[in-house]
C-alpha cells in the first residue's frame, strides 16, 4: 500500500507571507497531482507533475515533484485569503494492467488558513 | 449545471438502518469513484467503477456496495450503517485509465450514523 502524507497539518499565517507543504512517500508514483478543497465542495484540481524534478508554476503557487518522484512540495507566495483551503497531494499508478486499476492514494491534507 | 452531483447533500440516520447515496455526472466519463473523507485522514477510496459492467473494491470496502445502473450514474449503499461509518463522502469521474487525468469531483454528501 502506497501512502503519503503531508505535513504540516495544519498552517496559519497572515496575508503575504509564504508557505510550503510537503508531500512524502517511500513509494515511487507516476504522478503526483495537487487539489485544493474549500469547505463544502469537492477537491479541485490545481496541478499534475509527472517528471522527476519537474516544476510548474501556476500564479502565486510553486509545485515541484522529487527527482526520485516519491516526493513533492507546494509553495505559495504571499499568500492572500483566497488561499485558505485544504490542500490535498495525490499520488497515482500507472498500472500494468487494466485490472490493476488506475487509482489515486491521497495524503491527510494540510489546512492552510490565512489572515487578512 | 453541475457536473458531478450528488444526493442528498447531507443525512442523518441511525445505527442499522440501510442508506444509499447517489451520483449522477454530465461528463461522459466512463471511470467513476467513491470515496469517504475523515480529518486528518484525505480521501480513502471506497469503489471504483471502469464501465458499467466493472466494478473493483477500493481499500475500505468493507461494509459498504455500489451499483452502476448506467455510465452517468454510480450509487453508494450502506446496507446496516454503523457510527463509525460517519464521515463526507464522494464521488469522483475521470475521463479514463491514466492516473494523471484530472478527477472531477462532486460536493459531497455529509453523512451522519447516530
Known amino acids: 500500500t502506497q501512502l503519503l502524507e503531508q505535513s504540516p497539518q495544519f498552517l496559519s499565517i497572515q496575508e503575504g507571507e509564504n508557505l510550503t507543504v510537503y508531500c512524502n512517500s517511500s513509494?515511487?508514483?507516476?504522478?503526483l497531482q495537487w487539489y485544493r478543497q474549500e469547505p463544502g465542495e469537492g477537491p479541485v484540481l490545481l496541478v499534475t507533475?509527472?517528471?522527476?524534478?519537474e516544476v510548474k508554476k501556476l500564479k502565486r503557487l510553486t509545485f515541484q515533484f522529487g527527482d526520485a518522484r516519491k516526493d513533492s512540495s507546494l509553495h505559495i507566495t504571499a499568500a492572500q485569503p483566497g488561499d485558505t483551503g485544504l490542500y490535498l497531494c495525490?499520488?497515482?499508478?500507472?498500472?500494468?494492467?487494466?485490472?490493476?486499476?488506475?487509482?489515486?492514494?491521497f495524503g491527510g491534507g494540510t489546512r492552510v488558513l490565512v489572515k487578512p | 449545471d453541475a457536473d458531478v452531483t450528488q444526493t442528498p447533500r447531507n443525512r442523518i440516520t441511525k445505527t442499522g438502518k440501510r442508506i444509499m447515496l447517489e451520483c449522477s455526472q454530465t461528463?461522459?466519463?466512463?471511470?467513476m469513484y467513491w470515496y469517504r473523507q475523515d480529518p486528518g485522514l484525505g480521501l480513502r477510496l471506497i469503489y471504483y467503477s471502469f464501465d458499467v459492467k466493472d466494478i473493483n473494491k477500493g481499500e475500505i470496502s468493507d461494509g459498504y456496495s455500489v451499483s452502476r445502473q448506467a455510465q452517468a450514474k454510480f450509487s453508494l449503499s450502506l446496507e446496516s450503517a454503523i457510527p463509525n461509518q460517519t464521515a463526507l463522502y464522494f464521488c469522483a469521474t475521470s475521463k479514463d485509465g491514466q492516473v494523471d487525468n484530472e478527477q472531477f469531483f462532486g460536493p459531497g454528501t455529509r453523512l451522519t450514523v447516530l
Open positions: 513509494s515511487v508514483f507516476s504522478s
Open positions: 507533475v509527472v517528471t522527476g524534478g
Open positions: 461528463k461522459g466519463h466512463d471511470r
Open positions: 495525490a499520488g497515482g499508478i500507472n498500472p500494468a494492467r487494466k485490472a490493476a486499476g488506475n487509482k489515486l492514494t
